[in-house]
């Protein structure tokens, strides 16, 4: 059995999503995963590698854990998840955050509002994600005849909320309303609200915010909740075991570049931008849940539960608001997502299988061929 140590840097619950990714992917092989927790310290990597003797290191540095190198590891084959340097120059094997889909979710939402200017405001400190989302966010912007106003956060800013409030108020406050505006990440959307209720402004009808990350112990306690773009984050720790995989030299796998951009799940959409939703706010929110967990076994009588009502009524509710039951509804997600790690070859069937939500590859078979009239296997030798 192979020993994979997996570095935590992050207190947010997206941990325990990247973990079960990984997890998931470790169900298929024979990994023993060892958590480390960095989140306060750069850990002693010497001893930690006499102690355990790892095959591989997974490095979530999501929590901006900077201070990991690739030669921390002594040879041992690594791969880091949403590294803040550029992992091109540090030449790392690394899966991320894709940054321009993010910018393209969340600049969509705001100009479907059909918003009078747009503002992007930035990270506290300079980094390289965030200015992918920026760079993107800027073109999307220029695409529709619009500028994109900027908002950068000074030093100071960083250990003075006040103050970037303050900041944030004054860049917004002449702009042209509606005022469409893309936060960085979710602790700077919370801070823009705060800005434009400083101002007594509206939310959304003078200004809409979209920020990243989705993370509810931010998004849901502002007021008004936060609408936010979602990464995949269980499936950033799936695609990362997968590149491990393939660097022990388990699987066979090619990889023309050393980082991996895994696509988002998509916007969660709450109060902050929802003014113009026209569909059945409980089949809306019954969607999101179907995104967000029919990998993980979702069943459809749960999916119902949120209604309130007889289950019978909620789905004739999601069945005429979205064209089909809630159960076509989450195999549509599971067999969208499976395809998407076939078509790519980044795992066996029998760890897509799992990771997509059926109880071993034997049903997933099954459930394949009768929807696609083959096995899964050889529809992916047919792309």
Known sequence: METIL????????????????????AKTTEWVLQPVDARTARPDFRQLLGFWKPDGAIVDASGGAGFFQKSDMGGVPTVFINPEDDPEKRRELSVGNDEADIAKAAMGELLRLNPASLVFVEWLRRSGWAESRRKAAEHIAELHGMRLGIVTPQPEDATDAPRLVERIAAAICGLPKPCGVFAVSDDIGALVLAAAARLGLNIPDDVAVVSVDDDPEVCENCTP?????????RGLGFAAASRLMASLGIAKASHASVRENVAIVGVIRRASTVA?????????????????????????SQVAALFGTSARTAE???????????????LERRFAAACGYLRERRASVSAIADFCGWNGDIPFRKAFKARFGTSPTKWARML
Request: hydrophobic residues 45%.
């Open 6 to 25: 997996v570095f935590r840097t992050t207190g947010r619950g997206t941990w325990r999503e990247i973990f079960g990714g990984i997890a998931a992917f």
């Open 225 to 233: 909740t936060l609408t936010s773009v979602r990464p995949d984050y």
């Open 276 to 300: 113009t939703m026209r569909r059945d706010p409980k089949v809306a929110e019954a969607l999101e849940m179907i995104r967000l967990h029919a990998c993980e076994g979702l069943k459809a």
């Open 316 to 330: 004739a509710r999601f069945k005429a608001a979205a064209g089909r039951t809630m159960e076509a509804e989450i």
